[in-house]
């Protein structure tokens, strides 16, 4: 075949643009520049202005097009929400300020210095008025990616992401409307739809029908990894697409729709792994590539161009280290957490790259502001680069980071018949309050062979499928269940011990099992134990229990937080019994309360056919003969979790009723 009938063949453009993917890291490493730098470099170096192998058109345009889509949809599936609903107001004003004095700059900078229109120098200021968290991986590297500062960053950049999108679609579209009726039907015209209205439509598709459609899918249809995979590029599509129907740009839907089936992709999570893989192996450096293909060296180097590219990189360091400075004064953050956030949203690539691309195209801007404003791009991914290894630095060593309750929950497989499903649930509720996983594992022991302990383990896997959730079960092989599970937990850094418990057995015994005890005694991390009765739940009741001393105030936090969990996910009321002489705990959640008295023999006499009981630990090592008693008659007919910090889960048995036998696991 001729050298021209190759020139633009897929088959040729996917090879060039393979070998752009893996060189351009490649060549960035030697030079200690980040990776992003290099693959909008090599997309030069191979495009129309320099070796012109690759066009701005074909199949690398498309793709880098997909790619521009994709990396918006990860940052939406990426972003931590409960942190952002934790700091809420912070990253709320925080948010506000790192978008509206790097805007009001870029304004003025586009109308009075550039002479754009009210559309130009609105687009101006939404390019720099965002910002991208190229430095975060530097923050993860170095530890510091708990700290208040990092958080604040973290959670401001979906408010400046979302702000500057929306100034991005009002002023595309007003372009639109204000151009030809070809421009108008490029942009999507169906534009009947007011904008507001469009809007309206994308937010409403994107916050409530997504959610959940993808639960519903994930529940009943869709189980298989790669089914939920495509559910995920499918509704990133969708989001995209409708957001065309609505006159809005295509980038806007897919970064809502991103958000909207955030909660179904746990962080930790083989799914995410896919989404994150797929986009960084092929989609987010397609669209880096692509960009470098439009950036032609001898306009970028131009006195004109670098002069403007200098005025916009002075409007990024005043607007966003400005911005920093002022939040950490109102915050009282140190000077190092003020660095800190400065260095983190100096950083300017996947929002303001999208920008300039629609800016380009609808004709907002020149050549010109374009090159320059990739230029920009260049430097500051090295300023946030450097600035944020020199704030790390500054900081010190990292504090001890300490895991969220739901961030990992390390299920055991259930041995009682029945009762896999149910113990999904409540796993899978302590999860989701924080975005987690839960991994089902299970121990095959001398007394639990292999192929037994892998048909349980592959119920217990299905039923979490079912339930919508993404996990990948775990067979260990061991000389005992409490080796099997301690370096399982300790290996896979969990973050709580999900422990089922033959019901008969606690009901009998009011013990866990000689094994489970042993589990409980040298486990790390909180442990749930949890015995499953008949009746189906009808509320969820939460024992307090003597919170006078450190450790059973602990255990009683833990245990109120993993009922509220628990309330929540089942969709059960909450109801709290407080022992008179003691505090209440400090709930979330709505509930209503109930009192008792501490060893009068009342403890368990207010719980109900169908209860789902949650005590710390010492509320039934402390019960005395009374209250063992009614306990043992009202097990009959309720279900329990006793919950307790680590190592303290073995404290549970009352006196005088030692642990005989093992549980049904081990036997």
């Not at 609505?246 to 729709?257: K, Q, R, S, Y």
């Amino acid at each position: 075949m001729l050298a021209s009938e190759l020139k633009y063949s897929v088959e040729l453009g996917l090879l060039l643009l393979g070998m752009t993917i893996l060189l351009g890291p490649i060549v960035a490493l030697k030079l200690r520049i980040p990776a992003l730098i290099g693959l909008i470099a090599m997309g030069t170096i191979f495009g129309p202005y320099v070796l012109h192998w690759l066009r701005p058109g074909g199949f690398v345009a498309t793709v880098g097009a997909a790619g521009l889509l994709y990396l918006m949809f990860i940052a939406g599936v990426e972003l931590d929400l409960k942190e952002f609903n934790k700091r809420r107001n912070q990253a709320i004003a925080f948010g506000l300020l790192t978008f509206v004095v790097p805007f009001v700059l870029s304004v003025a900078v586009g109308a009075w210095y550039l002479d754009l229109g009210v559309n130009g120098a609105a687009l101006v200021g939404a390019m720099w008025a965002s910002h991208t968290l190229v430095a975060y991986p530097e923050v993860k590297a170095s530890g510091h990616d708990r700290n208040p500062a990092v958080g604040l960053a973290v959670a401001a950049t979906v408010i400046t992401d979302v702000l500057a999108l929306v100034v991005l679609a009002v002023a595309a579209s007003s372009a639109a409307i204000d151009d030809t009726a070809e421009v108008q039907a490029s942009a999507g015209e169906d534009g009947a739809v007011p904008l507001w209205l469009g809007l309206g439509i994308l937010v409403v598709f994107c916050f409530v029908v997504i959610p959940r459609l993808t639960t519903w899918l994930f529940t009943h249809l869709l189980h298989a990894r790669t089914e939920r995979f495509m559910w995920a590029l499918t509704a990133m599509a969708a989001g995209g697409v409708l957001s065309l129907l609505a006159g809005v740009e295509g980038l806007v839907g897919a970064f809502l729709a991103g958000l909207g089936i955030n909660r179904n992709v746990p962080a930790r999570g083989e799914l995410m792994d896919r989404i994150e893989f797929f986009g960084n192996a092929l989609f987010v450096p397609a669209f880096l590539v692509s960009v470098g293909l439009t950036i032609d060296p001898a306009a970028a180097f131009d006195p004109s161009t670098l002069w403007l590219a200098i005025v916009f990189t002075v409007v990024v360091l005043v607007g966003k280290g400005g911005a920093a400075l002022i939040a950490g004064l109102v915050f009282k953050l140190d000077r190092t957490e003020a660095a800190m956030m400065a260095a983190l949203t100096m950083g300017q690539a996947a929002a303001t790259l999208a920008v300039a691309q629609v800016g380009i195209s609808t004709g907002l801007f020149d050549e010109r502001i374009f090159n320059a404003a990739v230029v920009t791009v260049v430097i500051s991914v090295l300023i946030t680069t450097y600035g944020t290894r020199f704030a790390a630095a500054k900081m010190g060593p990292p504090a001890v980071q300490v895991s969220r309750l739901g961030d990992h929950v390390l299920a055991l497989t259930p041995v009682e018949t029945g009762t896999a499903e149910r113990c999904a649930r409540l796993a899978t509720a302590v999860a989701n309050e924080d975005g987690g996983l839960v991994t089902p594992c299970a121990v095959s022991t001398r007394s639990l062979p292999r192929d037994e302990a892998k048909e349980l383990l592959v119920g217990f896997e299905d039923a979490l499928t079912h339930l919508g959730h993404d996990t990948e079960a775990v067979l260990r092989v061991a000389e005992s269940l409490r080796a099997g599970v301690t370096e399982l937990a300790e290996e896979s850094d969990a973050s709580v011990l999900f422990l089922p418990v033959p019901h008969e057995r606690l009901r009998r015994e009011l013990g866990l099992g000689d094994e489970l005890a042993r589990i409980g005694a040298t486990a790390k991390v909180p442990c749930v134990a949890a015995a499953i009765g008949d009746p189906e739940w009808q509320r969820v009741v939460v024992i307090t229990g003597d919170t006078r001393a450190f450790m059973t105030a602990e255990d009683t936090i833990l245990a109120a937080e993993v009922a509220q969990r628990a309330a929540a996910g089942l969709e059960l009321p909450l109801h709290v019994l407080v022992a008179e002489g003691t505090e209440r705990p400090i709930l979330e959640a709505e509930a209503t309360y109930g009192s008792y008295e501490l060893r009068a023999g009342a403890t368990f006499d207010q719980l109900g056919d169908g209860d789902l009981v949650v005590v710390p630990g010492h509320v039934i090592a402390d019960a005395g003969f009374v209250d063992r008693d009614h306990l043992r008659a009202g097990l009959t007919h309720l279900s329990m979790l006793v919950v307790a910090d680590a190592g303290r889960l073995a404290s549970i048995r009352p006196p005088l009723y030692p642990l005989t036998g093992t549980i049904s696991a081990t036997r």
